[in-house]
């Protein structure tokens, strides 16, 4: 068979896709198990490996080969292997070589550079000593921006990087809508009675709340032979090829659902990943469609699961076992209740799932208002106080637990992050309902710590195709219409009516 140029291309980007991987291996090691002193070293090997990918990606041959392959497969089906190839493979190709490659290592330096200053001044509380970084951050990621030019809004091309076909015009109103029904709802929860949780804060050995956890994932189905969990500071799931994807974890003695949620949600992420079919391997069709469908996946197995207290019917005598003394005589129910206390508070990361997508709509809002030049980096500090009162109901008490909270506007661009939490929340309620209109016998099976038809039904759904359909078009093939707010609202309406009965 002569070699065409699509044969040439899948070898090509084969290696660009191992390089990312490569690079992924040192990121864990570098997030898990490397010495302090390693990082120097360790962050010029990240940075070489990228140059080395975005060279390999961008070199113009690679454009020829993509015009002579889209040429080969324009008789196929849109959806097929080989024209999904191409229009993804030309689509991350154009953006690539848009993005000048020194600007990348510029910025990867700048990037750097503040996420170290940003560790020494959150516990410091000390804004200023970012002040000036973040000030630049906010100049190059404007510049990013202008390499995709024209665009309605500096920030849709730092968004359509992790949700492609998603723009400030689309989200605006999605999270206006949403932001007006969360608001009276979360007033109303907070003032209510709140449930006992007392005795989450029990002492909890980690390694037993780990091994819980773990076993629990297995349960799910995430794949132990193609994966493993390790401790870090802030869980991630990683996937250095589609049969080995590891997830990280953390929790705390003093408070029993971190390391439980932790590793719930970065299941679902591995799970995503592992799902993908084989044939997508080392192609640039091996990945999740967007951020917000990455983040539907993790949210699912977090919350619509792993918060139900369906799941904990089943899994509770199980931890009981696990821990006799401190939850031996505290039933289900009150367990369950105690899990999903809803109030406002600073963190984000610790939030409960009403006040969460909240937190993100703050940062998406004030994002916007620096990209627009409405809002200067000096005045981000009064300015987040000022929407934690306004949005969340709480006051801020200093700039560790406000705006210095988060390490992405440290370690990255301002711009284009967190609208995919919130689209992974209202797509994950989304999915599960179509799941459970599809299989009635979904929630009685989740009750007998039965998981397989909840998780075929990703894995045929979602997961195997990949990068294969757009997250619009993903979206409108398995719900027969486009993100709506419904299912989200309807779910948590119905289900913290139960929680606070
Ligand atoms: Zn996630």
């Not at 404007?142 to 390499?147: C, L, Q």
């Not at 780990?210 to 297995?218: D, E, K, L, Q, T």
């Not at 005589?329 to 610790?350: G, H, M, Q």
């Not at 039904?457 to 195997?464: A, L, S």
Request: glycine share 6%.
């Amino acid at each position: 068979m002569p070699e065409t140029a699509f044969h040439k291309l899948y070898a090509r980007l084969f290696e660009v896709v191992d390089l990312n991987g490569v690079g992924f291996l040192l990121k864990w090691d570098q997030a898990t198990y490397m010495p302090k002193g390693g990082a120097g070293a360790r962050a010029r090997q990240i940075a070489l490996l990228k140059t080395l990918a975005h060279a390999r990606l961008t070199d113009p041959a690679v454009g020829k080969l993509l015009d002579e392959a889209a040429r080969e497969v324009q008789t196929l089906p849109p959806e097929s292997f080989e024209a999904s190839y191409v229009r993804v493979a030309r689509r991350d190709f154009e953006r690539a070589v848009r993005v000048p490659a020194g600007f990348t290592r510029a910025f990867f330096e700048h990037t750097a550079a503040t996420y170290q200053a940003w560790i020494e001044a959150r516990p410091a509380n000390d804004f200023t000593r970012v002040e000036p970084l973040l000030e630049k951050t906010l100049e190059l990621s404007r510049t990013k921006a202008d390499f995709y030019a024209p665009y309605a809004h500096p920030a849709d091309p730092l968004i359509a990087e992790s949700d492609y076909g998603m723009t400030v015009a689309t989200l605006r109103p999605l999270f206006t809508e949403l932001r007006e029904a969360l608001v009276p709802l979360v007033r109303e929860l907070a003032a209510r009675e709140a449930p006992d949780d007392s005795f989450l804060r029990y002492p909890y050995p980690l390694e037993a709340q780990v091994a819980f956890a773990a076993a629990r994932v297995g349960e799910f189905g995430y794949d132990f032979s193609r994966g493993r969990i390790d401790p870090t500071h802030h869980p991630f799931a990683i996937e250095f090829s589609i049969d080995d994807v590891r997830i990280t974890t953390r929790g705390r003695e003093d408070y029993l659902p971190e390391a439980l949620f932790c590793t719930f949600h970065e299941s679902g992420h591995g799970m995503y990943h592992q799902g993908l079919d084989a044939q997508l391997a080392g192609t640039p069709l091996a990945d999740g469609t967007s951020a917000g469908v990455h983040e539907s996946q993790s949210r699912l197995w977090e919350n619509l699961v792993g918060r139900s207290l369906g799941f904990w019917r089943y899994a509770y005598p199980r931890l009981q076992a696990t821990f006799p003394d401190q939850l031996g005589s505290v039933p289900v129910e009150s367990f369950w209740r105690a899990l999903n206390i809803v109030k406002p508070s600073l963190i984000r990361t610790r939030a409960d799932e009403v006040t969460y997508n909240l937190h993100v709509l703050v940062r998406f809002e004030l994002e916007l208002e620096l990209l627009e030049g409405r809002l200067a980096v000096r005045d981000l500090p009064d300015a987040w106080n000022a929407k934690y009162r306004d949005v969340l109901g709480v006051e801020v008490p200093n700039d560790a637990d406000g705006v210095l909270q988060d390490v992405h506007w440290f370690s990255r661009e301002i711009g284009g992050a967190f609208q995919g939490y919130t689209l992974g929340n209202l797509l994950s309620a989304q999915f599960f309902e179509v799941a459970c209109e599809t299989h009635p016998e979904l929630l009685a099976q989740i009750e007998r710590g039965e998981f397989h038809t909840l998780f075929r039904w990703f894995r045929e759904n979602i997961h195997r195709h990949g990068r294969i359909y757009d997250p619009a078009d993903l979206v409108h093939r398995v719900c027969g219409k486009g993100i709506s707010l419904e299912p989200y609202l309807r779910y948590l309406k119905s289900k913290y009516q139960q929680v606070y009965a």
